[in-house]
């Protein structure tokens, strides 16, 4: 499977802490997204950073991207509880048009 | 805009029956996709479009079929289904794949239990 790999699977922090996190993925890619996925419903874009990017902002969105180790990360600042969610990277595979996702984070922030 | 619509949100099947989710967006979007969603596997791509007339096959493509007759709908036929796909299916659509690949826009879900 070319599927990305998100760390940790479960993440639960306090409000106002900041959350990281991380995404591996397996081939060479265009530019990396992350998706948030609010539970039950469909998958909301959140940030997109090109290959030839490093780190970028949204708000309280930071991420990271390290194209020599395959890795990004996404760290979230100052969380809410209204963070709460499932946060998913997404990458074409080099040279195709699949989008792949990864396996996805479960973040719970608690008031 | 509706943005992409499913239907139906939930359904009920028994093995062996076939039918089809119905998939739509309204933004002239040429890039349409399906996934399946199932716990701890993330989302994994069925069938994906770049226009009409053109399909190709994902991860998973066993046991399902798509048609792309028109930008506006990407139907997903279950031929026969099994006990395996229940699951969450998701369509998503973008203006266009790659590169470099634009944000992706995901339809509420669909809810299919086979028994």
């Known amino acids: 499977s070319q599927q990305g790999e998100e760390d940790p699977q479960a993440l639960s922090i306090q409000e106002g802490e900041n959350a990281t996190m991380n995404c591996s993925y397996k081939t060479s890619i265009n530019n990396l997204q992350w998706y948030r996925q609010n539970s039950g419903r469909g998958l909301v874009h959140l940030i997109l950073?090109?290959?030839?990017?490093r780190e970028k902002h949204s708000g309280r969105l930071r991420v990271t991207l390290d194209t020599s180790k395959k890795s990004s990360s996404l760290l979230i600042t100052a969380s809410r509880a209204a963070d709460t969610a499932s946060y998913f990277c997404a990458y074409l595979q080099g040279g195709s048009e699949k989008l792949v996702f990864g396996k996805g984070t479960k973040l719970t922030v608690n008031p | 805009n509706a943005g992409v619509t499913q239907t139906p949100k939930f359904q009920v099947l028994k093995t062996g029956q076939s039918m089809t989710l119905q998939c739509a967006q309204d933004?002239?979007?040429?890039?349409m996709s399906w996934y399946r969603q199932d716990p701890g596997m993330g989302l994994r791509l069925i069938h994906y479009?770049?226009?009409?007339?053109?399909?190709d096959q994902g991860e998973v493509p066993n046991g399902y079929n798509v048609s792309r007759s028109t930008t506006e709908d990407f139907p997903l036929r279950l031929l026969s289904a099994a006990p395996s796909q229940t699951s969450v299916y998701f369509c998503?659509?973008?203006?266009?794949?790659?590169?470099?690949?634009?944000?992706?826009?995901f339809g509420p879900g669909t809810r299919l239990l086979v028994l």
């Open positions: 933004m002239n979007h040429e890039y």
């Open positions: 479009s770049v226009g009409a007339g053109i399909t």
């Open positions: 950073i090109r290959s030839n990017e």
């Open positions: 998503a659509s973008s203006l266009v794949p790659s590169p470099p690949s634009e944000t992706q826009y």
